[in-house]
């Protein structure tokens, strides 16, 4: 056997005898050389390098902030999920878990992600969802004039979602005659909520490619949605959490601060 072939072989779990490899069919008579070669799990070559901001961060949970242009999840290389345990601690508790996203935000979006460091974590901050005891809050720029502030009911995919919002700011824009900034509130997690309930009332959020009016979508600069908050009461402590995420660049030049 070569030594390139006994190399190739040495590579697979495989059992040799007398450095070839063995078979249901190899007789043992005595004296032979055998050997068992065990194979440990190969670690990918190739890993994720993505630095996360931290916003909050304790033994039961961390909020980070998430850029633009990347999946929360998923089968992708490139995920918020796969880039969590190189930026958070490990938690010392007992049902310490790798650390798991426990809602979404669209590719396109950015801000506050909250994620879970425990297996209780896991199941108590998504019975906070379900109970609607985290309230969050997202900024959009918005196309159109717009009502000073409203309650958008319509249904999404057959399901009850509901968005409060109100207007903060107007400018002239003389390609989309105004724009707007909006603070809103969804009140329901549907997909895609915000968005599809801004477009169905003629409002469409700067950017959007996927709800926009073609015409009017602006190609380059990103979505204009960002969560900015949340607040909620820590399930293990009892504290109010209320954590905020600065709004993005993009949104301080069309608005700056007064």
């Known amino acids: 056997m070569t ?29 032979e050389t055998i050997a068992y070669t065990r194979i440990h799990p190969i670690k990918s070559k190739k890993e994720l390098v993505l630095p ?18 990347i999946l929360v999840s998923g089968n992708s290389f490139k995920t918020i999920a796969r880039a969590l345990p190189q930026n958070l601690k490990k938690s010392p ?8 996203p426990v809602h979404r935000l669209d590719y ?21 969802f379900e109970n609607k005891g985290i309230y969050k809050t997202y900024y959009a720029v918005t196309i159109g004039q717009m ?26 824009s003389e390609r989309f005659k105004a724009l707007n900034l909006i603070r809103l509130h969804p009140q329901t997690g549907r997909r895609h909520q915000l968005r599809k309930h ?5 409002n469409p959020i700067l950017g959007d490619q996927e709800y926009g009016i073609e015409a009017m979508v602006l190609k380059g600069k990103g979505l204009y949605l960002h969560a900015y908050s ?5 399930p293990f402590t009892g504290k ?7 709004l993005p660049t993009r949104f301080t030049k069309l608005f700056p601060p007064l």
Do not use: W
């Not at 508790?93 to 798991?100: H, I, K, N, V, W």
């Not at 801004?198 to 003629?202: D, Q």
């Open 3 to 31: 030594k390139s072939a006994l190399k190739k072989a040495l590579k697979k779990r495989c059992v040799t005898v007398n450095n070839q490899i063995a078979s249901t069919a190899t007789f043992i008579y005595g004296g």
């Open 52 to 69: 996360l901001k931290i916003l909050y961060e304790d033994d039961y949970l961390a909020m980070i902030h998430k850029p633009a242009g």
């Open 93 to 100: 508790l007992a049902d310490g878990t790798e650390p798991q």
């Open 108 to 128: 396109p979006t950015t801000g506050i992600l909250l994620v879970a460091k425990t297996q209780t974590s896991i199941r108590l901050l998504n019975k906070l």
């Open 147 to 172: 009502e000073k502030e409203g309650i958008l009911t319509a249904d999404i995919d057959g399901k009850t979602a509901v968005s409060g919002f109100s207007l903060q700011r107007t400018v002239a």
């Open 198 to 202: 801004l477009y169905a009332i003629g």
């Open 230 to 234: 949340l607040q909620f009461t820590h």
């Open 240 to 246: 109010k959490i209320h954590v905020e995420a600065e």
